[in-house]
């Protein structure tokens, strides 16, 4: 079974600066998706980034990117210019192409200081 | 256009008692999961449905945990006789369609419900 691994309970960093959020997952498929979802107080569950496996350039959405590594099946956040907005939970998830579920790692509490 | 809908967003029960969850899915979305985060935790599959049709409960508790989506109406995940161990925070999500090549392969997930079993 896939798993998804996140190895940092907590993470902070000062506002403005930059931080890499880690995650590894376990799979013998080649196809398959890659997320970031972002969880903030509300609970609410928002999407931060997406990557698909068979891509290898590395997804960019404004102050997000990611690395992925897929030899070495690694998948790093890296949120720029951290703003006090960016403070939350953050899951990585894994999807096979075929599958309808995602798979969740542990998550990682973010927290910006001024 | 509204998102995935959850209701209610809190819920309070008595040990033996039952709840009920609804969840409507993004217009256009067929395609149903539910996902339990107990604290602390990430989030955990529990079933996915189709309309009318159970397609993978495979992380659904073995007794006391149901779910259903009718032709008409929400979707349902129903837990009878609660615990305190069903305390947690329950997740709807949707999706267009049977993911496959050229989806993106997102789900939109709802606030969820909070269920506090006393």
């Known amino acids: 079974a896939q798993t998804v691994t996140q190895s940092q309970p907590e993470m902070s960093v000062q506002e403005a600066e930059t931080v890499t959020l880690s995650c590894t997952y376990d799979t013998s498929e080649s196809d398959y998706y890659l997320f970031w979802y972002k969880q903030p107080p509300s609970r609410q569950m928002i999407l931060v980034i997406r990557?698909?496996?068979?891509?290898?350039q590395n997804a960019t959405e404004n102050r997000f990117s990611v690395n992925f590594q897929k030899a070495a099946k690694s998948f790093s956040l890296k949120i720029s210019d951290s703003q006090l907005g960016d403070a939350a939970m953050y899951f990585c998830a894994y999807r096979d192409q075929g599958a309808q579920k995602l798979v969740f790692g542990q998550g990682t509490r973010l927290t910006i200081n001024p | 256009n509204a998102g995935v809908m959850q209701n209610p967003r809190h819920l309070v029960r008595r040990r033996g008692q039952e709840a009920r969850l609804r969840c409507s899915p993004m217009k256009g979305h067929s395609h149903v999961y539910w996902y339990r985060q107990l604290p602390e935790e990430g989030l955990k599959f529990m079933v996915y449905?189709?309309?009318?049709?159970?397609?993978?409960e495979s992380g659904m508790p073995k007794e006391r945990f149901s779910a259903e989506f009718p032709k008409e109406g929400p979707s349902i995940l129903r837990i009878q006789q609660v615990v305190r161990g069903d305390s947690a925070a329950y997740f709807c999500?949707?999706?267009?369609?049977?993911?496959?090549?050229?989806?993106?392969?997102?789900?939109?997930f709802g606030e969820g419900s909070r269920l506090t079993v006393l």
């Open positions: 990557q698909e496996a068979y891509k290898q």
């Open positions: 449905l189709q309309k009318e049709n159970i397609i993978d």
């Open positions: 999500a949707s999706s267009p369609r049977l993911i496959a090549g050229g989806s993106t392969g997102e789900l939109f």
